[in-house]
């Protein structure tokens, strides 16, 4: 099998693979079976700085004089490399991030998808002439912000770089990538995969390291014009908060406590698949995973049971092995994840589902027994908070205007699904959902690189993916002109 060629102990700044300042690491766990894979850099200001430094130098030099056309070109050829490294990339991910490999081939996948988008949109983003006062000439350019900073998290490390800095990348920005410090490699691997494509030195920066410090020192940089966080709500608004002392704007994609609803004439065939995998995939570590299951009282019990049917079947186990559910993240979100589940039992919650843990499970792997609890209250904890674990609840409700009222009824407004045969009902619902994204008939439509994305509320601010986020890693500028 070919291999990615890099350094996990390094940073990777201006084209070069280099050691954290006094040669600080942290350990790099695996999810699985709890042993350690390797050591990272643990990059912190002063790496931080260098990356903008070399950020800067980029726009100044090669990269800032390219042409559009010649960005899209770097882009696709990345997009064809990522589909060539596709299986490496997903075993790096089974190992690091704990994700079952069919589920890490997909995001690799979305990663090319989201190259080859981007790159053959670099050229296409165009500005307006504007009717104005005779004697002028107004016009619009879109210029790039300068150096951007990526903070994306440890759950779908391809797919939010893929999102963030190719789009970033195709509108001429130079950027600084902080991955998450439990789950970095595939981050390093996509620096090495640039590099050997031709993106110039300084174009893209990779700083592996912990929140509190490289983190934070991206955020509050004076030198990045532009920052692209995503994470928890927490952390968001820390960040948003360091980024307003420098005017500098911020898209927020934060967490989701995502409904989907199924009212009383929905295809149940078609939707069983859909409500449980947009709960358990990825270990139900998902953004938008569809945490809240919302159905029509007429038919809860029927839905309950058969969701309840596919639970059992689930198999977890090793993400090496492809299991459909692996472990999560880490010791400490399985404690969370327990934690919730404690708190369910104890306010006498029914589980309707459990899937089996075998014993033959490592014994340091941090597995959670997926979990299906019906019927809860929509103003229980468990249908509020973001758990970020396999576990799903579902919640009964009479007609469209309670189905609404209940799907609304959170902090959060990320992603929904409708399901039902009725269109006008369909468009009435999803015209009145609180929310980014809203799905009929269907729940994540494989993923959607082209479909824009993002939240209200709580869920955050700011468009990714698609061609809207072309607009977001740009700013515009005015021109007008008088000639006579
Ligand atoms: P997190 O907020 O703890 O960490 C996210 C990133 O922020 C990591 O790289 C981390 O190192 C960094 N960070 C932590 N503290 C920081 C600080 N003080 N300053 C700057 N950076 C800091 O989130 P997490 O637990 O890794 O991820 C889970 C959360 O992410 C969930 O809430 C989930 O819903 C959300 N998420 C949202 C989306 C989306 O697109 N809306 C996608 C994936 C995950």
Known sequence: M???DFDTRAVFIAGHWQSASFGRTLPLINPSDGSELTQIARGGPAEIDAAVVAAQAALDGPWGA?????????????????????????????????????????????????????????DKVMGETIPFTPGYTALTLREPHGVTGHIVPWNYPMQIIGRS????????????????????????AFARIAHDCGLPAGALNV?????????????????VRHLS???????????QAAAARNTVPVTLELGGKSPQLVFADADLDAALPF???????????????????????????????????????????????????????????????????AAARDSGLRVAAQAELHDDLPKNGCYVAPTLLAPVRNDHRLAQEEIFGPVQVVIPFD?????????????????????????????RVARRLQCGQVFVNNYGAGGGVELPFGGVKSSGHGREKGFEALYGFSTLKTIAIKHD
């Open 399 to 427: 007609d469209e205007a309670d189905a609404i009222a209940q799907a609304n009824g959170t902090a959060f407004g990320l992603v929904a699904g409708v399901w039902t045969r009725d269109g006008s009902r369909a468009l």
């Open 275 to 341: 409500l449980v995998n947009a709960g358990v995939q990825n270990a139900g570590q998902t953004c938008s995973a569809a945490s809240r299951i919302l159905v029509q009282a007429d038919i809860f019990d029927d839905v309950v049971a058969r969701m309840a049917e596919r639970y059992k079947k689930l198999v977890v186990g090793p993400a090496i092995h492809d299991p459909d559910v692996g472990p999560l993240i880490s010791a400490r979100q399985r404690e969370l994840v327990q934690g919730y589940l």
């Open 207 to 223: 700083v592996p390291g912990l929140g509190e410090e490289a983190g934070a020192a991206l955020s509050r940089h004076h030198g």
């Open 165 to 188: 800095v190719g789009a970033a990348l195709a509108m001429g920005n130079a950027c600084v990538l902080k991955p998450a410090e439990e789950a970095c490699l595939t981050a390093l």
């Open 229 to 239: 966080f995503t994470g928890s709500v927490a952390v968001g608004q820390h960040v």
């Open 2 to 4: 070919q291999s990615i």
């Open 66 to 122: 390219m042409s559009a056309a010649e960005r899209g070109r770097i882009l696709a050829r990345m997009g064809a490399r990522v589909t060539e490294m596709a299986d490496v990339l997903a075993r790096m991910e089974a190992l690091d991030v704990g994700k079952p490999v069919k589920q890490g081939l997909a995001d690799a996948h979305a990663l090319a998808r989201y190259l080859e988008f981007y790159g053959g949109a670099a």
